[in-house]
């Protein structure tokens, strides 16, 4: 990760970038601001207030996109407050301790991640051709179950609900849960809980889950299996709701998955095995991948 550090103070800039150079950093030092509009990029700039004569607004704007800290001598709201609102990150009073400034580096590093991990995935789901299609249309009671024979497509109608309603997802995988009751301790009274893996749980299990989770924001994905006995249950059809497509296009985990859960209950494994075009052992072994308890 690059560093550029704008500092007239020469001693106090290597000083800093002896430091930071410990934790893995890569510095480079520059005297001005005239000189630090000449370069290209860096992820964070440690810019200097007090540089005499210069005005550093424009090489904020310049690297808008980058993690600026501002390094001031005291703190007044010229000094603060103007800065912020140009699009500074943050601001650290000199002198400081290197801890100090690791720990606000650190901080934005993990931040701006994390905002381009939220870009990233609401435009996949809010670009994506099936989005507008894919939304719960019913009056909804807690805990609902949402079936379909395709991952995404559930996934989709839970995230199209959150971003309608404006709520944030607490995501749960029964897939990799050893035991279905210890998501009890993890879903928020208050939050909306998606939890993935509802055809893993054997019938009173899964009656448990409902139970134990009434009138509780939770929403179960569930890829097959007999659900006739459950209330609340809201099934996507994906022929019926592509548009333009006969079918939707599964991953092949996906299809492997839907075929498994569909017919293990026709099929012994031995032929089961043979439909697929795997052996018993493979079978076996995309069932634990799974989280697919074999019914006796």
């Not at 207030?49 to 390094?71: C, H, R, T």
């Not at 839907?258 to 012994?268: A, G, H, R, S, V």
Request: aromatic share 12%.
């Amino acid at each position: 990760m690059k560093i550029l550090i704008v500092e007239n103070e020469i001693y106090l800039a290597q000083s800093i970038a002896s430091k930071l150079s410990h934790f893995g950093f890569v510095c480079e030092m520059i005297p001005s601001v005239g000189e630090a509009m000449q370069m290209e990029a860096a992820d964070i700039i440690l810019l200097s207030a007090n540089i005499p004569g210069q005005d550093f607004y424009p090489l904020i704007e310049k690297f808008k996109d980058s993690i600026v800290i501002l390094m001031i001598p005291y703190v007044n709201e010229e000094m603060v407050m103007r800065p912020l609102k140009a699009g500074i990150s943050d601001y650290i009073v000199k002198p400081f301790m290197i801890d100090e400034l690791i720990c606000k580096i650190e901080h934005y590093t993990a931040f701006r991640q994390l905002q381009k991990e939220i870009a990233f995935y609401r435009d996949y789901f809010c670009n994506s051709l099936l989005m507008p299609t894919y939304s719960i249309n019913t009056k909804i009671s807690f805990p609902l179950i949402i079936k379909s024979v395709s991952q995404k497509v559930i996934d989709m109608c839970v995230v199209n609900y959150a971003i309608h309603k404006k709520l944030a997802i607490n995501f749960i995988s029964l897939y990799k849960n050893h035991h279905y009751k210890e998501i009890f301790k993890s879903v928020s009274k208050t939050q909306l809980t998606y939890i993935i893996g509802f055809e893993t749980l054997r019938k009173e299990e899964k009656e448990e889950c409902v139970k134990a989770l009434k009138n509780i924001p939770v929403i179960f994905a569930c890829l097959g299996g007999d659900l006739h006995d459950f209330k609340n249950v809201f099934e996507i059809n994906v022929k019926e709701m592509t548009h333009g497509f006969q079918e939707d296009v599964l991953s092949v985990d996906e299809y492997i998955k839907t075929m498994i859960l569909k017919f293990e209950d026709k099929y012994p494994d031995t032929e089961l095995s043979k439909r697929l075009g795997m052996s018993r052992k493979s079978l076996w072994e995309k069932r634990k991948k799974y989280g697919i308890t074999k019914k006796k």
